[in-house]
């Protein structure tokens, strides 16, 4: 793929200052773009580097002032991130474009597959699965039965999705994220062994949803593991059965939010968080990294940090106290000797 | 599948209460049950939904009482719990009642596989490999050279075992979960960097164990890796090399148990825990969620919490004076203070 | 595989104590040798095994002065436990001796792929794909378009690679890691929802790496996220996009290393870690066990702890202090009293 500067930017609906006709290949970032690339400039304390850059072009603001001579040319759009956003994902949509159904794979008779989609090779799609139109399946990922895999999505190599589950459309799932393995239940008996609970629910992803590598969402008990649409989960991330995580809430890696939990919509949670089950965490709430909550949350769009959590207010106040901790136990000693002495010259 | 209140109270040896000739066809909580559905009522605080369910059958314990006019048929058993814990399970041995040999999948010439097996499409079964009476390996299963795989095991879609590990019979294993990694150990070297130790040895799983998606269990550098008779492990824990894991012991999600740690039987560890190496958990051992254990617990039967963990009650305690730390500092202040005043007045 | 104690001995250049002609065939811990079995003794701690194991050869240092009648033949070399770890290599070479192209698998007419490879079934090879000389690729593994693998790496089933990733000659990567997943990276839109900044950049991991099973790197959203040579990373660690992971550095299970932070080389980073993004550490830099880092670390060689992490040293006399914190309130009571009661005298 290459373009020229004009291409670009009658693409983004911008004006061009320089060359029209210089060609660009590759995206980069401005400080380490090289000739033949095209870069952006959005955050201003990045300026000095348009004055410095071997990019060939860069889109800037409408409403930059230049005050050095500058050698790239340059595509004044209204919003330079923005435009350079819609670029990013054209290249994407471009390079991954994947189509048709690769030898071997298996597809069963009851499988009901949208004539436009992509099948990787040593893919598995199960008896009474669906896959509607657009999807990209690459290699080696298993749809079990009656599984139903909506419109536009994408399942990297290696996702396993079970039987029963429902993806909704436009969903991204990476490579090896495992959608509706049972949920971890088990009755203890006398003798100390348990017996295991059969999982026969599902999962319920809706669309616009991606799920990171190697995160895995169990299937309910009974009824639905639910993830809402815009849900956006990173890798790694355990979401146990029966949970409902709620429409746009963000979730960074390795967190895992227990059995039957709710987290409410828009939340954001960092990394390394744990939250037992059987809780609700209340809308826009947000959660320091590596917290754990054992609580439900109640007030909404509040900011929480610890383990156990507290506010984050409370949570930073008591960081801080610890660090002075040894010092706060010399004080005490001085204290005490010092009232010792007192009591003494009473 | 479609049954009648009768066909279900004959199975579970339970009296029938209202139309013996109604049809079910699907397993669903009281709370959320619909035309159609069979549900169960065990725990009292959930009494006032059987008087609003719209469940066609709902199991009910004999000495319930009815305090309200129920609209379902009712089934009395002498454990409702129980009993509707044997429907599900026949549901789902029913519905995942998979055999024969799918098209293509690789079994090594010297691989040894009883007649009555499920082997998915694309799955591995390496040379000297043995894979037991009514086992089911799901698609893009690897199973490597001369691994044994037990009778009556479950290995679901994309688990990996690495060659010459040993699986015990009733075997659960979730999808993309590994047996047989190597261990992590390599030997420093004077220029810094780090020469590999090969390790020689296995996994050995032991029967009735449950292993989670994306669980990881390394190989002992010699020697094995030992996970006892019904140990149940969640999902994306790391086991690591020459570690042990006692009978029946449960290990929630996201937890890391060390290098050569044994942890005793019938414990009970929290998700997101870490167990450091080299040291014994004893017998009945319990660990809150996100503790750090970093040195051996001799006592059997206690419960432990925090990183690096105290006994949970000192763990409790330690928490409550936490969240009061600055309040402690600013006393401390105001005592300081207070005794300079005193000394002046003396 | 079987050998007499001189052929070994021969190997190894040692001389031989006993019968040169005793037949090992399986290697050993020392403590848990039975009869053919080969060993060593490196740590003095364990010598008193050598007089009661059942091992038929023990490989031990040149300077043992051996105390006691020993029953197994003795190979003394400069360097026992050099010697030994040099004989577990040659096994597990001779071992995993893999060659070839097993059917069926898919190799894109347009990957290059060296002619003494190993590819197992169903592993995926996509247009413009390097797969190295003497590599060998397992059962079950992906590697996207235009990815490249060096020589001598060894990839184990189930390991997927996106498209343009760059894997470095003598790499080994365990089951199931994903190298090249998208960053997670999400622009807020105005109704709460997010849009996807589409992922361009790739993975370079260097030579001499180790990645764990079920690890995820992910591509950056420009440019490379960086692993350089001699890097051994344990299983299910997360390495967010951009992020640089310095020579010679080893972390440890279940850690995550957010965006665009950078590692030194030489660093010891303890399991279930959390770094957050965009900060760099020190050459040199040791982090303890489930701690936090949440800034840059610019001191070379430090060792830190706690989460928030601060000095190694401030963390342990910390840790020390807040179990004697109740103990801490209740003298600040008392003293509260005495003063009180001071104050009433005066």
Not at 65 to 79: D, G, Q, S, Y
Not at 178 to 187: H, M, Q, R
């Amino acid at each position: 793929m290459q373009f020229t500067a004009k291409e670009v930017s009658t693409l983004l609906q911008g004006t061009i200052e320089g060359d029209p006709d210089v060609v660009v290949f590759k995206l980069a970032k401005i400080e380490e773009a090289e000739q033949g690339c095209l870069s952006f400039l959005a955050n201003p304390k990045y300026e000095s580097f348009l004055y410095t850059t071997n990019a060939s072009v860069v889109i800037v603001n409408g409403d930059l002032e230049i005050t050095e001579p500058v050698k790239p040319t340059l595509i004044r759009v209204e919003n330079a991130y923005s435009s350079f956003s819609v670029l990013l994902e054209m290249y994407n949509t471009i390079k991954l474009n994947k189509t048709g159904i690769e030898q071997p794979s298996f597809i069963h008779p009851d499988a009901k597959v949208a004539d436009d989609v992509y099948i990787g090779a040593f893919s598995y799609i199960g008896a009474g699965a669906t896959i509607g139109k657009g999807s990209k399946i690459y290699p080696n990922v298993y749809i079990g039965d009656n599984a139903q895999v909506g419109t536009s999505c994408t399942f990297f190599s290696g996702v396993k999705v079970y039987h029963d589950c429902i993806i909704g459309d436009n969903t991204i799932i990476h490579s090896n994220a495992v959608i509706g393995s049972d949920g971890f239940g088990f009755a203890p008996q006398a003798d100390g062994s348990y017996n295991k609970i059969s999982q026969i629910g599902n999962v319920i992803i809706e669309q616009n949803v991606e799920v990171g590598a190697n995160t895995c969402i169990d299937r309910a008990t009974m009824g639905s593991t639910i993830i809402r649409k815009g849900v956006k989960l990173d890798n790694l991330i355990q979401i146990a059965h029966n949970a409902e995580v709620g429409a746009n809430t963000v979730i960074a890696s390795q967190t895992g939010v227990s059995g039957s939990s709710k987290i409410g919509e828009n939340c954001i949670i960092g990394g390394q968080v744990g939250i037992v089950g059987h809780i609700s965490l209340a809308k826009g709430t947000q959660v320091q990294a590596k917290s754990g909550i054992n609580k439900s949350i109640e007030e909404e769009d509040k900011k929480w940090g610890g383990a156990p959590a507290t506010t984050y207010h409370n949570y930073m106040r008591a960081q801080v106290v610890i660090q002075r901790l040894p010092e706060m136990e010399r004080k005490l000693d001085e204290l005490q000797k010092a009232i010792q002495q007192l009591k003494g010259l009473d």
